[in-house]
């Protein structure tokens, strides 16, 4: 059984990093073929893929956040983690991990963050 | 680069089916067969209930069918039930550097 859970701080101010926790279960991520990414989704908004980590480490970003985002991961503990610098109130959303194989197949619940002073 | 397009709105009675577009180009939905529908309700995450344009996974109602012509793929909800309102989302893989896109949103209401 598949299940991912996102965690991280509730609110950050702007200008700060944001770090955020995928913590999963169900799977390897050094499998043929898997990967974690990352959806978030503003407040009555639509999904925007902001970046995915493959089994061979292949890291992609979306290009419009690409320069304020880091994605990485510890094996160890079945963990990808997700780095945003200079937050925005317009970064504010809810902020989805995922299992990918083709396509995004097992989500978590979703943490919300919002930016503000 | 912009989102793929849906419909903002669709609705449709107990029973009826509806059909939700989702539009792109021949860089994405036109040029790949990786087009996901998720449905999520309120307060919820997405889930996934087409991949592959075509394909519903386990446990999904065959109520639920995906098609695509061109560079439009389209989702089919027949036999509509009141559970089925919701958000739908479209998504594709691009060979533009963003490599995955989403559609805007549809909201599905159940009359």
Known sequence: ?117 | QSALAQPASVSGSPGQSITISCTGTSSDVGGYDSVSWYQQHPGKAPKLIIYEVTNRPSGVSNRFSGSKSGNTASLTISGLQAEDEADYHCSSYTSSSTFEIFGGGTKLTVL
């Open chain 1, 1 to 117: 059984q598949i299940t991912l859970k996102e965690s991280g701080p509730p609110l950050v101010k702007p200008t700060q990093t944001l770090t955020l926790t995928c913590t999963f279960s169900g799977f390897s991520l050094n499998t043929l073929g898997v990967g974690v990414g990352w959806i978030r989704q503003p407040p009555g908004k639509a999904l925007e893929w902001l970046a995915l980590l493959h089994w061979d480490d292949d890291e992609r970003y979306s290009p419009f956040l690409k320069n304020r985002l880091t994605i990485t991961k510890d094996t160890a503990k079945n963990q990808v983690v997700l780095t945003m610098t200079n937050m925005d109130p317009v970064d504010t959303a809810t902020y989805y991990c995922a299992h990918r194989r083709g396509y995004f197949d097992f989500w978590g619940q979703g943490t919300l963050v919002t930016v503000s002073s």
